[in-house]
């Protein structure tokens, strides 16, 4: 089964993608920035979904210190984000994020995001 890693304060939210993918992936969880990297260099997930609006350290920073790491840039992350404005899709990528999904998420479409990376 093929590890993602779901980097989410909002305990509702979290839960809620958790529930999505759980009979299809082996799910881990963060609830901050730091969390997430620290798991993501021990537990080496096959993707990464991150929010962008964390608590510690916040996903566009987690997600260049992923990028940066020669042992972990290579996996996808995808930003799920209430980050809606013009701009920020554009700030999401250029923080190294590889795919961006605005909030309130379509189950759909983040299922077909998941296995554009993982299939």
């Known amino acids: 089964m093929k590890k993602v890693l779901?980097?989410?304060?909002?305990?509702?939210?979290?839960?809620?993608?958790?529930?999505?993918?759980?009979d299809k992936y082996h799910v881990i969880e963060a609830v901050n920035g730091q969390e997430g990297v620290e798991l993501a260099e021990r537990e080496r997930p096959e993707l990464i979904l991150m929010d962008l609006s964390l608590p510690v350290m916040d996903g566009w920073e987690a997600t260049r210190?992923?990028?940066?790491?020669?042992?972990?840039?290579?996996?996808p992350v995808i930003a799920l984000t209430s980050h809606a404005m013009v701009g920020d899709e554009e700030k999401a990528l250029a923080a190294g994020c590889d795919d961006y999904l605005v909030k309130p998420l379509d189950e759909d479409e983040l299922m077909a995001r998941i296995a554009k990376y993982l299939e």
């Open 65 to 75: 210190r992923l990028k940066a790491n020669d042992d972990l840039r290579s996996i």
């Open 6 to 22: 779901v980097v989410e304060d909002v305990d509702f939210n979290r839960e809620l993608v958790v529930q999505l993918l759980e």
